[in-house]
């Protein structure tokens, strides 16, 4: 049953006897069976919950023993879907990389992202549990436009890790911009790469997709409006369509605050932080729903409203300008809440929301964008920044 542990039994854990009450708890939230029997059948009710945004109660009839293994392995596969949330590890910090694999443990963060075939990592990540993203590196991207490259670097970096590492995406690319060296490179190299991943027979468990940044969409107000700017259209449409071919996620980096500090006087930092109380004009209560349904809307404009988006970097620095440590702290627990919740935009209500948070230690890591700002949650000394539940 995965995360899952009886934690409470008021009169049995077993589901052989007449009535009882068992709540099972999981990372991210809980479920409570309760009044179960065997009289002829099988009442049980179940009481999802997880977090006090969204509280469900679901009753139903089960007329039979094995319905209720059938449930409890149902509660096992949504205990695995609400680990929403991975960290990113850019791969600099002086601490090796066994003990940041524990630090991830310790901490029960489920999810990594890193930028590069970190062989070091990857050996540390054997028998982890902890699923993947592994980007592409940058100068690679270009040589994997050959095929035979492509597998050799499958071969290297993917099938002698497979059995014991949890790859969950490769990303070919991380924020190439039309115009960029790479650009003319990505889909080639994205397509090799999956084929390479469908003769080692691991396209079911390891999908391919690219990262990219919300400067990509230009209309982005009301987010119903969200569309991809001239220049990122032709560049994306292909993409796009791979993706959906191949039933792979969309990779973006959504971060709000970058969008907050460049406009504070038309952006409140309530908006941005998730603390406001309330909708405003066009049913937002936050900027991150507003940024998520403004890709949704720019993939809907292209004919792939089906495709899904995996927050492949988001955060808040704890220094710099219009922000403080406070406001990074406010943030990330309010983000982790709202992820986790199950309640998902308003364009895409009813699911959670797989999320990385940028960065695990600080650095400077974001020096390109916003001047060596302070996105670790972790200081060197392994320390945390800040109280979060990563579950």
Known sequence: MGNIQ?????????VSKQFGAVAFKFKGGFYKLINIGFAGGVKVALRFGFTPYNTVDLNMF???RPAISAILVFLGILSSITD??????VGDSLESRQEVVELYKR???SRMRIYFPDEEALEALRGSNIELIMDVAKETIHSLTDPKVAIDWVNKYVTPYSQDVKFKYISVGNEIHPGDNETQYILSAMTNIHNAISLANLQARIKVSTAIDTSLIGASYPPSAGDFTMLAKPYMKPIIEFLVSTEAPILA???PYFSYASDPSNIGLDYALFTQQ????VGYQNLFDAMMDAIYGALEKVGASSLQIVVSETGWPSKGEFTSAKDASTYYTKLINHVSSGIGTPKRPGRYIETYLFSMFNGNQKQDRDNKQFFGLFSPDKSPNYQLSFN
Do not use: E, H, P, T
């Open 62 to 64: 089960v007329r039979s």
């Open 253 to 255: 980096n959504v971060y």
């Open 107 to 109: 901490n029960d963060i």
């Open 6 to 14: 009886v934690i409470d039994g008021a009169k049995s854990s077993q």
């Open 84 to 89: 929403a949330i991975g960290v990113c590890y």
């Open 278 to 281: 309330a909708n405003n004009s």
